[in-house]
Every structure is written in structure tokens, then in C-alpha cells.
């Protein structure tokens, strides 16, 4: 009598378990899982350029100025005319770049596809009698952190520069708003051009944001999401052009300024025909108080990241002496109330570190850092240089680098 | 765990969290880790399994919180023994858990909107603003376990018998997947479901996969591509034309329905995997043809909420017409008021009893004039009723969605001009044509028809009863799309449920 409940509910597990089989579900999942492992097979039957599913790395959904100066510094490749000093840095340098080039050359720069100082290589010329050929991957928000990765894709190309000048502030060590060296722009489009499996770990601290490294790696989709998107995003464009009649989708016609400020959560996407730095009309430049912003970045510092930042710029370095690239570190001058807003010795610290590796190291800093050189009618805002502070800024560094013996070497390549 | 920044100035302070979302990567490690030990454990094991479970979900978003939670939880419960046991203090006794409760949610949700209400009328008549001397913050859910107390010692105190299991009744409060924003349950269906021993079938494990892809479809694909484009529009409607804030109205309304029944999907979807049924919330509320036939499909577990704990003790329909339209008038606007603790939430909330009430006042007209009854109730007059009907929802969610009235108005007053071009009359002031962006923004123009004519077409096939008869590939095609479209198309940046702030 009491084994027939047992035989029943035996009988009703066994028929759960046949039912289990019969679920569309687990035969959603198993699909799944073959197209990924399909796609997956398909992919790494070519390179990382040239794969049968046509996934590139300069095809992405959203044109970040990170994708610009990767496209540009991959066309330069392939071209003629190779640079043989690379300029990195953060806004600092990159309004130092373009403002120099706008005055000087008296021309509107697209900020989106400039990223050879002219203003610099005729310098150089001037100074020095070389033709020496520059690239700028000079980025709004670049950390330390970005500069080294950028570093270490530029070594992949066949013919990498042989000199480095790159320009540093304290803001370059610190931010506030970054969870992890992985998560800014330049770190994942650089994932996608080159290998930094070494870097991935350590990149990336949190639990989650690990998990998450893992999932893009066993799950091909995922991993590749952004080239799906572009596919998306091209059929999108391709719909919207034969359906709405829109013609020239790749440019952005409203402004950025008012797309950055209408769509603050949307991911940068810059098209050829927006951002230009245009040469001053004015004898004054405007001025734009920014001290409330940079008291806010400088409220709490965070000493791990600092450490870490300044490890990475150690890194650089080391990458850099081991490629036989020589290093120039130019310390971006500061408004004197930037520098103010700063925590007690901050500033003395950074300094005196970045002193003590260049010293171990045996590379150039140049330290720009005077309210002699620059006086506050040269700042756009308390850190960022004007048009004429950015002329003023390469003319000062040309000829600085071309008084010393060394370091005029560096820059015309006798050295090499 | 995702990094989630909840920014609402006009609520109690509101911190930068990380929680455990349904659209994050931990919920997708938690909830098959829940259900394989759920599933592995014993019967008398698996309330306990649900209920540390539950207030670990909880706790990964501020751990002191779950203090609150296991206070009301066991005040109500002893409350909702003290209710039945007693029998000259029953009232006493039931209004001093509603105070409590409600008091509970006052505190938290509405001290800040008070103190500034109070601020504001202070300096109209010229005296100082007054300050709360302490920071608030908004436990989250706390609207939705507030109420789900209210309705267990109301209907305790109307001869139902109380939960004799206490930790039955902690986990009706705290079971995660509907802890954060609902459906709101009722113990009577829901209870039983627990103590009865569970058991998992294909069906249910099924429907309950199917049910939480579909609302992450919903939530990641189209409510928060949406999101990004709605927050253009309602951030600086003073940049946009017309016609441009009316398609920012219309994205609104497919983004606030996509994102919460999302949310509930996957919360139901989340607990059929557990074997137990909670409330449907929705029932394609955008397919109404009047305002009272869109509040019998939209957030449902609100609605018969409100209805039974507020609208009929307030005497609903009995006493003539202007009690009626009164007691409307007062259940909408409280209403609107829990949605948030802000004046925007009480004139939507307004706004939506007025329509009631006109509703109400046009039926006997309708019903007394045989033309007007056949023309609406012809073809076109349904479609008409239809159109209008979800512009009049439109018009309401504008009030919902701008950060205050006055902002409101402007949106309201620029979208009554229809005018297809900003101000200056240039083209290339038109934001809308231009903007290129991945999915969403070349065709948002085709889109909202889409989602729109999507969701008609899903009234079609629920009314016939198509999907049972979909054969077993084509529904595992619908896994394969839908898992593939959640992963490939979820933004980086997923903004929370907008219901979560509630």
C-alpha cells in the first residue's frame, strides 16, 4: 500500500524530466549557443582585420574622438608620411594643439581630424633645420593610464614613433568619477585594436566588472557587441535614408554643443563636420571660471588611483626605454587659483614625483609650470591654454627642447 | 553589481548605490544561484531559502535598510493578530497599524515635499524657510511594502484570518522579485501558493524564462534606448519644436509602459521560476478606447489598490454623483501624490481624477443620445475614442515626466503650437530629422508607429490565443532572438526602473 505513491511520484519526476527535454527554452538555449560558437569558428578562421564576418575595429557604432585619432593614426600608417614624434596628453595639450594651429596657420581647425600640430613642425624646422613629421593623440580625459595603452598600440604598428612628448598635469592622476583604468573610452577602444590581456585583471578591480571581462571572452555576442551594433547602426542608416529620405547620415547636422546638451547620457559620437577651433578675433580672449568644477575634482583625492596612475606612467617608461622611444614629459602650465584649489603639498608631491622617475628613468622633464611664462591672458579657463596660450605654448617648448643639446637630438632623431 | 546614481532633488536624499537591478549582470548570477538552491532544498527549507534571499537582494543596496523592513514586517504581523483577537479595540487597533504605516512612508517620502511646501507658502507671507535638521533617504520599494501592510490589516480586520507563519508573511513583504516595485500583492492568493508544497514544471519554467526575456527585451532594448531620448527632450524642451515635443511625449509613453512592464515581466517571470503567481500589471493599456478603460489595464495592482483601500472606503459610488466624482477626484490625486513627493505627481494625478470625473459625467449622455451612442460605438468613433485617448494619456504623462509644472507648461504650451521647426524657422534647428544615433534616433520616426501598431498587434494575438499554438521551434526562435537582442543591444549605461524611485 505504500509503495504505490512512491512508484506514482517516481513516474511523475521521470515525466518531468522527459518534459524537460520537450521545453523551448533549453531549445531556445542550445540554439544559442550554437550560433555563438558558430560565429565564434567563423571569426577566428580569419585575423582580427580580415575576419569572414567583416568585424573590423574601425567599424563602431558611435564615432568617439578616440575613434578619430585611431582611424587617422591607422590611415598614417599605410601613408607616406609616417610621424616620427607622437604628442600625448589631455585636454590641456590637445587645446594647446589646436588653438596654436589656429592662430598660427590663421585657418579653422576641425578639431575632429587635426591631429598634426603644424605650428610644431615648422618649429622644429626653424629651430632646428629638420623635417620632422608629429601625431597628437592628445584626448579630452586621458589618464595616465589611457597614454600607456595608447603607447602600447602604437608599438604594434610596423613603424612607431621614435619620440615621445607627452604633457602631464595633476588632473591626469586623479578622477574622481573613474571606477576603473578599464572603463574610460580610449581603454576599450584600445581593447579592441590591441592585445591587453596583461593589463585585464588589474584594469579591472571590481568583482563585477571582472565577471563581466569573463562573460565577453566565453560568450562570443557578448564580447562582440559593439560590432553587432555597427551592423545595426548601418542598416539603420540605410533604412532611415531609402524610408525618411535623409542624405548624408554619417554627418551630425545639429550642433554638437546642443546634442551634448540635450542628450547628456548618450555615448560621443562626432561626425567630420562639427567641432572646429577657429583663430581669435578678439585681442582678449574670453575666460571661463572653472574654479567649481576643479574643486570638486580636487575635493577628495584618491591616493590609489594617484599611486596607480603614477605606476602606469612609470610604465610608460619603461615601455618607452625598452622600444628605444625617448621621452620628453612636459609639465602643462597651470593657473596659479588651479593650483590653489588643490589639497595641501598636492602639488609639490606630484611634482616631486614625477621629477624622481624622470631622474631613475634618464628622461626629460620639461616643467612649464610658470605664471612668468604663462600669465592668466593666456588660459581659456583655470587649466586650459587659449588659442594664443596654445602658440605660445609650442613656441616655448620648441625652444626650449632646441637650446639643450639632448634634447634638440631627440627631436631631430640624431640620436637614433 | 551595477553603479546606479538615483538623482531626484525634490525626494528625500536619494544616494549613488549599487543594487542588484534585474537588468544587471549580479541578478543574473543571483537568480540561478536562488533557484538551483531553492530547488535543491527541502520543502519546509524553501521560504526560509526565498527569505534570506530575498532581504540579501535588499541589503545589496543599503544594508542598515532591512532594519525597516523587518520592523514593519513584525509589527504587522502582530498588529494583524491584535486586529483579529481583539474585539473592542479592532479600530483602534487598525488604525494604529495604518498610522504606522502610513506615518512610516510620510516620513520618508514625504517630509522633504512637506518642509518645502511649507517653505513656499512661509515666504509668501514673508516669514523665514524652515529646514529639516536630518538628511532623508527613500528606502527603496517602501511605497509598495507600505501598502501590501495596509491591505493585510484591512482585510484582517474585515474577517479575514491572519498569516500564522512569520516567515511566510516576512517573505509576502520582501520577496525580491516583486520587493522594489510591485505588482502589489494580495496575501489571500498569494500565501497559500507558499505553503503549499512547490513543484516545478516545465510550464512554469518555461513561461517563467520566456516571461523575464521578454521584459528585459522590453526594459534594455526599447525602454532605455527611449530613455536617452525622452531625457533630450524633457531636459531642455525650450531647444525643441512642437511637433519634435510631441514625439518626445509619444516616446515617453512607450518608454514608462516598456520600462515598468518590463520590470514586471521580469518579476513575475522571476517568480514563476519559484512556482508562485503574482499579479499581471498590465493589459495593453494603450489599446483603451476611454480614460477608465485605460486604468483597468495600466498598473493594475495599483489601481484595484486604490479602489479597494481608498476609493470605496471613502464611499465610492454610493451617495450620489458628486460624492462619486469626489471620491474619484481624491483617490487620483493621492494617487498621483505616491507616485512621488512632488507637485507635478499631484497635478498628473488631478489631471487623470478630471478625466474620470468628465468620463463619468459623459456616459449618461452618451447612453441618452442614440446618435452620439452609435457614432462612437461605430468603427471610426472607436478609433477616434482610441486616438484620443491616448493623446489625453500623452498630454497627462508630460506632467509626469518634466521635473516640475512649470516645466510642464512649457513643453505643453510649445506643443500646442504644432509648429514643425524651432522658433527661427530654420531648418537645421529641426534636432529631431538629424540626429544620428544607433537604433533609436535615425528612426524614431518609424519606430513609435512600430511599438504602437507592436502593440495592437499583441491585443490581436493574446484575444485569440495565438501563442499556445505556436509551435515549440518558433517559440525557441523567440528565445534565440530575444536572448541575442538583450545582449547585443543593451546600452552600457542602463538608467533604473523609472518605478524603482517610487
Known amino acids: 500500500m505504500t ?141 595616465v593610464s589611457d597614454a600607456y595603452v595608447l603607447l602600447a598600440q602604437m608599438l604594434e604598428q610596423k613603424e612607431h614613433p621614435r619620440c615621445l612628448i607627452y604633457g602631464i598635469a595633476p588632473r591626469d592622476f586623479t578622477d574622481n568619477t573613474l571606477p576603473s583604468v578599464a572603463s574610460t573610452e580610449i581603454y576599450k577602444y584600445a581593447e579592441r585594436l590591441t592585445d591587453l590581456s596583461s593589463l585585464d585583471m588589474e584594469a579591472r578591480p571590481s568583482l563585477a566588472a571582472k565577471a563581466e571581462y569573463y562573460l ?25 535614408k531609402k524610408l525618411l529620405g535623409y542624405k548624408n547620415v554619417e554627418l551630425n547636422i545639429t550642433p554638437l554643443h546642443i546634442r551634448r546638451q540635450a542628450f547628456l ?59 628605444k622611444i625617448e621621452v620628453i614629459l612636459v609639465n602643462m602650465p597651470l593657473t596659479s587659483e588651479n593650483i590653489s584649489l588643490m589639497p595641501a603639498n598636492f602639488y609639490s608631491d606630484y611634482l616631486k614625483q614625477v621629477q624622481t622617475l624622470a631622474k631613475r628613468d634618464g628622461c626629460t622633464l620639461v616643467d612649464l609650470n610658470s605664471a612668468s611664462l604663462f600669465p592668466k591672458n593666456k588660459f581659456a579657463d583655470s587649466v586650459h591654454l587659449n588659442n594664443r596660450g596654445g602658440k605660445h605654448f609650442f613656441e616655448v617648448l620648441v625652444k626650449e627642447l632646441a637650446q639643450d643639446v639632448n634634447t634638440r637630438k631627440m627631436l631631430t632623431g640624431a640620436n637614433q | 553589481m551595477r553603479p546606479v546614481v538615483i538623482i531626484d532633488k525634490s525626494q528625500p536624499r536619494l544616494l549613488a548605490v549599487t543594487l542588484m537591478l534585474f537588468n544587471s549582470l549580479s541578478y543574473a548570477f543571483f537568480l540561478p544561484l536562488v533557484f538551483a538552491l531553492f530547488w535543491l532544498a527541502k520543502d519546509k527549507w524553501r521560504v526560509w531559502i526565498l527569505l534570506i534571499a530575498s532581504y540579501v537582494f535588499y541589503m545589496s543596496w543599503k544594508p542598515a535598510f532591512i532594519l525597516l523592513i523587518i520592523a514593519l514586517t513584525l509589527a504587522n504581523y502582530y498588529l494583524g493578530f491584535a486586529i483579529h483577537k481583539s474585539q473592542l ?39 523665514p524657510p524652515t529646514s529639516l535638521p536630518f538628511d532623508i533617504i527613500l528606502p527603496l520599494g517602501i511605497s ?120 514586471t515581466d521580469v518579476a513575475r517571470g522571476s517568480a514563476m521560476l519559484f512556482g508562485y503567481k503574482v499579479p499581471v500589471n498590465f493589459n495593453l493599456p494603450y489599446i483603451a478606447t476611454n480614460i477608465s478603460d485605460f486604468w483597468h489595464r495600466w498598473h493594475i495592482s495599483l489601481s484595484t489598490w486604490l479602489r479597494d483601500y481608498l476609493f470605496i472606503p471613502l464611499g465610492g459610488s454610493r451617495g450620489g454623483k458628486l460624492l462619486n466624482y469626489r471620491n474619484l477626484l481624491i483617490t487620483m490625486t493621492l494617487g498621483g501624490l505616491w507616485h512621488g513627493a512632488a507637485m507635478h505627481f499631484l497635478v498628473w494625478g488631478v489631471y487623470h481624477g478630471v478625466l474620470l470625473v468628465l468620463h463619468k459625467i459623459l ?50 504650451q510649445r506643443m500646442l503650437t504644432l509648429s514643425p521647426v524651432y522658433d527661427n524657422g530654420s531648418l537645421t534647428n529641426a534636432i529631431l530629422p ?4 544607433p537604433l533609436i534616433y535615425p528612426c524614431i520616426l518609424l519606430i513609435l508607429p512600430v511599438l504602437l501598431a507592436g502593440h495592437l498587434l499583441c491585443g490581436y494575438i493574446a484575444k485569440h490565443n495565438l501563442l499556445e499554438r505556436t509551435p515549440t521551434f518558433a517559440r525557441a526562435g523567440f528565445i534565440l532572438l530575444t536572448l541575442f537582442c538583450v545582449i547585443v543591444f543593451s546600452p552600457d549605461k542602463s538608467p533604473r526602473f523609472i518605478y524603482f524611485q517610487f
Open chain 1, 3 to 143: 509503495v504505490a505513491p512512491e512508484i506514482k511520484k517516481r513516474e511523475e519526476v521521470s515525466a518531468n524530466r522527459q518534459d524537460f527535454l520537450k521545453s523551448f527554452v533549453l531549445l531556445g538555449l542550445m540554439a544559442f549557443l550554437l550560433v555563438d560558437n558558430g560565429l565564434r569558428l567563423i571569426y577566428m578562421s580569419g585575423t582580427r582585420e580580415h575576419n569572414a564576418l567583416n568585424f573590423s575595429p574601425l567599424k563602431v557604432s558611435h564615432r568617439s574622438w578616440v575613434y578619430w585619432n585611431y582611424k587617422d593614426l591607422v590611415d598614417a600608417s599605410g601613408s607616406a608620411q609616417k610621424p616620427q614624434i607622437a604628442i600625448f596628453g589631455s585636454s590641456l595639450m590637445m587645446a594647446a594643439l589646436h588653438g596654436g594651429d589656429a592662430v598660427y596657420t590663421g585657418l579653422p581647425q576641425n578639431v575632429v581630424i587635426h591631429h598634426r600640430s603644424k605650428l610644431f613642425k615648422d618649429l622644429v624646422k626653424k629651430q632646428t633645420g629638420a623635417t620632422v613629421d608629429n601625431f597628437a593623440f592628445a584626448l579630452g580625459g586621458e589618464m
Open chain 2, 434 to 437: 538629424t540626429i544620428t544615433f
Open chain 2, 89 to 127: 479595540h479592532k479600530k483602534a487597533w487598525l488604525t494604529l497599524a495604518i498610522v504606522l504605516n502610513l506615518a512610516t512612508l510620510a516620513f520618508f517620502k514625504y517630509a522633504y515635499f512637506f518642509n518645502s511646501t511649507l517653505s513656499a507658502f512661509l515666504r509668501t507671507v514673508g516669514q
Open chain 2, 363 to 412: 456616459q449618461p449622455i452618451k447612453a441618452a443620445v442614440p446618435l452620439l451612442k452609435s457614432a462612437i460605438d461605430s468603427l471610426p468613433g472607436k478609433v477616434f475614442s482610441w486616438l484620443l485617448t491616448f493623446h489625453l494619456i500623452c498630454i497627462g504623462w508630460v506632467f509626469f515626466r518634466a521635473e516640475s509644472n512649470s516645466l510642464a507648461l512649457t513643453m505643453l
Open chain 1, 265 to 323: 547620457e548618450l555615448p560621443e559620437d562626432c561626425a567630420v563636420n562639427e567641432g572646429f577651433v577657429t583663430p581669435p578675433k578678439v585681442e582678449q580672449e574670453p575666460y571661463i571660471d572653472n574654479t567649481a568644477e576643479y574643486r570638486g575634482r580636487y575635493r577628495k583625492i584618491n591616493a590609489k588611483q594617484f599611486a596607480l596612475q603614477m605606476q602606469y606612467l612609470e610604465r610608460i617608461l619603461t615601455l618607452a626605454q625598452k622600444n
Open chain 1, 216 to 240: 565577453g571572452k566565453i560568450c562570443f555576442i557578448y564580447g562582440h557587441r559593439e560590432d553587432l551594433l555597427y551592423i545595426q547602426h548601418h542598416w539603420a542608416q540605410s533604412l532611415a
Open chain 2, 144 to 263: 509598495f511594502f507600505a501598502f501590501e501592510f495596509i491591505h493585510y490589516v484591512v482585510d484582517i480586520y474585515r474577517g479575514h484570518q491572519p498569516i500564522k507563519s512569520l516567515p511566510a508573511f516576512a517573505l509576502f513583504a520582501s520577496f525580491f522579485p516583486t520587493q522594489i516595485a510591485g505588482p502589489i500583492k494580495r496575501f489571500q492568493d498569494f500565501i497559500p501558493q507558499f505553503l503549499a508544497p512547490a513543484k516545478l514544471t516545465v510550464k512554469s519554467f518555461d513561461n517563467g524564462i520566456s516571461l523575464i526575456l521578454l521584459g528585459l527585451f522590453k526594459k534594455v532594448l526599447i525602454a532605455d534606448n527611449l530613455s536617452f531620448f525622452v531625457q533630450g527632450g524633457f531636459s531642455k524642451p525650450e531647444i525643441f519644436s512642437g511637433l519634435d515635443l510631441w514625439v518626445f511625449a509619444y516616446a515617453f509613453a512607450f518608454q514608462i509602459y516598456f520600462d515598468f512592464s518590463g520590470y
